[in-house]
Antibody, heavy 120, light 112 residues
Framework: EVQLQESGPGLVKPSQSLSLTCSVT????????WGWIRKFPGNKMEWMGYISYSGSTSYNPSLKSRISITRDTSKNQFFLQLNSVTTEDTATYYCARYFRIRGYWYFDFWGPGTMVTVSS | DVVLTQTPVAQPVTLGDQASISCRSS???????????LEWYLQKPGQSPQLLIY???NRFSGVPDRFIGSGSGSDFTLKISRVEPEDLGVYYC?????????FGSGTKLEIK
């Protein structure tokens, strides 16, 4: 079965960069698409972006100047970097597989999430 | 960006009754390929979101037939018949037709 696990610092200082890793088992990241989603305190959810099987990326324009999603296929991991964070980036961050084959598109497998607090 | 307006914000329900959640989009969610990429996710307390419905009305693997998605264009509904305790949590609609993808604001299904 496909499993994802986020990892990274739980506390980041304002103006610094947030870096998270998503480790995937049970499926190769050289197939399909792999995304990052975050949930803010309260209920608001935001799609941040994804990286494809070929390494191409798509980002939410609201983050475009700050976000980068990359990958290491040898480790079957993909990464999120968010620069110049503020307290408004405090959220729980999820990685997920974005299944996208033959007209079927959906997030079917999710990591458990990792909470990141931006505070000095 | 496409705005998905979910109502109600909270849905008090008696176990065994039906619940209904509405999701209205600020524009049509019909993709140029003819598909409508409207999904429903449930986030149970302490868990990550889980896929319930994709392409408006298709139940994901393992999802009970008590969950019924319907709608078209810009107006969608999720109905949950015979609500069970494991159905409680926050429901989100989500669209992937238009870039950037967007979520609805969430509906909390809670015990009356």
């Amino acid at each position: 079965e496909v499993q994802l696990q986020e990892s990274g610092p739980g506390l980041v200082k304002p103006s610094q960069s947030l870096s998270l890793t998503c480790s995937v088992t049970g499926y190769s990241i050289t197939s399909n698409y792999w995304g990052w989603i975050r949930k803010f305190p309260g209920n608001k959810m935001e799609w941040m972006g994804y990286i494809s099987y070929s390494g191409s990326t798509s980002y939410n324009p609201s983050l475009k100047s700050r976000i980068s999603i990359t990958r290491d296929t040898s480790k079957n991991q993909f990464f999120l970097q968010l620069n110049s964070v503020t307290t408004e980036d405090t959220a729980t961050y999820y990685c997920a597989r974005y299944f996208r084959i033959r007209g079927y598109w959906y997030f079917d497998f999710w990591g458990p999430g990792t909470m990141v607090t931006v505070s000095s | 960006d496409v705005v998905l307006t979910q109502t109600p914000v909270a849905q008090p329900v008696t176990l065994g009754d039906q619940a209904s959640i509405s999701c209205r989009s600020s524009q049509s969610l019909v993709h140029s390929n003819g598909n409508t990429y409207l999904e429903w996710y449930l986030q149970k307390p302490g868990q990550s979101p889980q896929l319930l419905i994709y392409k408006v009305s298709n139940r994901f693997s393992g999802v009970p037939d008590r969950f019924i998605g319907s709608g078209s264009g810009s107006d969608f509904t999720l109905k949950i018949s015979r609500v069970e305790p494991e159905d409680l949590g926050v429901y989100y609609c989500f669209q992937a037709t238009h870039d950037p993808f967007t979520f609805g604001s969430g509906t909390k299904l809670e015990i009356k």
